[in-house]
């Protein structure tokens, strides 16, 4: 094999759809081993089997991030399995918005564990591979929602403008190790997000505004993802804003 990212081991959270999935396709069609975590075991097996029926190298591990335990254990099996770990992918995310007053607090808290929690413990649980490394990389996805605010979004806005936080304050104390940290800010994107979302007015709109123009798809921020990994070890890209042209 020839590719670019060869002699990369990549762990990328939310595997299982939208972002996640397109950037562990796109990173093993780069020559990436990829670990595939989330929750729907059923959906990282087929995904795992469509990269090795591609010529790639992937393993299912179904995990909740939120889960420490688990998440040990997924960093564990990730380096037993192909010998180290190189590349962080930090997608698994939730985005449940709601006007304030009526917001469910336990929405709140959800996006609060799974980005923001959810995010620091998988990084913090990687670390240690990645400083016994040659080089590693963490990538985080937050949001063009904390630059272009709207309505409805504030607790989910808080939460990736926390993973933006989070990120540059690691990269400042992971730099001398050789690990660089880059946040993807994706604009709207096609993907299972608004599935989730509870209140049932914003649900619309939200499903409303992805079809009002040729949004964003998950190969899209896939590439910028790869980007990132695939610059020279000097080259650090701290942070990627990609939006859909017709958002203006
Ligand atoms: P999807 O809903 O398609 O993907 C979200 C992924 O996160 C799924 O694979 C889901 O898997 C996983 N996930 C959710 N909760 C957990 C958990 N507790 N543990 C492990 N995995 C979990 O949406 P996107 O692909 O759009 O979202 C990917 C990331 O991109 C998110 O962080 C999102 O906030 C961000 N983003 C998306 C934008 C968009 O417009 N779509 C714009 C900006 C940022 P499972 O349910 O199987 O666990």
């Known amino acids: 094999a020839t590719g670019e990212l060869d002699r990369t081991v990549a762990l990328v959270t939310g595997a299982s759809s939208g972002i996640g999935a397109a950037t562990a396709k796109t990173l093993a069609a780069a020559g990436a081993s990829v670990a595939l975590a989330a929750r729907r075991a059923d959906r990282l097996e087929t995904l795992a089997t469509a990269i090795e029926d591609n010529g790639g190298t992937a393993l299912a591990i179904p995990t ?63 670390l240690p591979a990645l400083r016994a490394g040659d080089g590693g990389h963490v990538v985080a996805l937050s949001s063009d929602a904390i630059q272009s605010p709207s309505a409805r979004f504030g607790a989910y806005a808080a939460t990736k403008a926390g993973v933006v936080a989070f990120a540059d304050s690691l990269r400042a104390e992971v730099a001398d190790d050789g690990v660089r940290v880059t946040v993807v800010e994706p604009g709207v994107t096609d993907t299972e997000l608004p599935d989730q979302v509870t209140d049932e007015g914003t649900k619309a709109d939200v499903e409303t505004l992805v079809a009002s123009m040729r949004a964003l798809d998950g190969e899209d921020v896939a590439a910028a993802v790869r980007y990132a990994l695939t610059r020279p070890a000097h080259v650090s890209v701290d942070r990627l804003t990609v939006r859909p042209t017709d958002a203006g």
């Open 64 to 126: 909740d991030v939120t889960d420490g335990t688990a998440v040990e254990e997924m960093i564990e099996r990730t380096t037993e399995a192909f010998g180290g770990l190189d590349a962080l992918v930090n997608n698994a995310g939730v985005m449940l918005p709601a006007p304030v007053e009526r917001a469910d607090p336990d929405d709140w808290r959800r996006m609060v564990e799974v980005n923001l929690l959810g995010t620091m413990n998988v990084t913090r649980a990687v």
